[in-house]
């Protein structure tokens, strides 16, 4: 299966190590399925690593940057492809014609706001591309109890908390987006349960 991951993650070289590490974990399932990445087009901190990850274990990388924050972001220019873009909408909206599938790390303000974006397109109806957060300390627990108060007092339909998949590691984060992407393929095309545990590195085959 042909796979393009689009992965929003934090570009601050403040955050403790173990998110960078994590985000080169997820880096290297997305390579070596031989997937192809989509990264916001930075070359530090959970941007660079996953990216530089991906390409180490032989994925695809494409890199989409804004042309004002290139400097300031250190622009990935190890990408197999670099995307400048005029602004930052145009860049949010080519990462997302780009992917078959979203994962969020822990990040910043614009990872929140590249997350509820696509999230909010998917209970709309807009695109039915799997959304997946990778959580592993509880970074966005508060994020999680908003969502719940808002079904509470019925801003949003519990459908929407549905659209989500939460996850604390790379590995089931992987799992998921086979899952959901599977199951969007026609019946005569899904894989079967034997072709998905082969194509799991060091699984069977």
Known sequence: MSVTVCVFCASSTAIPPHYVELAAELGTAIGERGWTLVT???????????????RAAGGRTIGVIPRAIMDLEVADHDSDELVVTDDMRTRK?????????????PGGIGTLEELLEVWTARTLGMHDKPVVVVDPDDAFAPLRAQADQLVERGFMRPSVLESLTWTTDASTAIAAIELALAHLLPPTERPTPEEVLEAEPGGEG
């Open 40 to 54: 916001g087009g930075g070359s530090v901190s959970s941007m660079g690593a996953v990216a530089a990850a991906a």
């Open 93 to 105: 909206g080519e990462m997302d014609r780009r992917s078959d599938a979203f994962i969020t790390l």
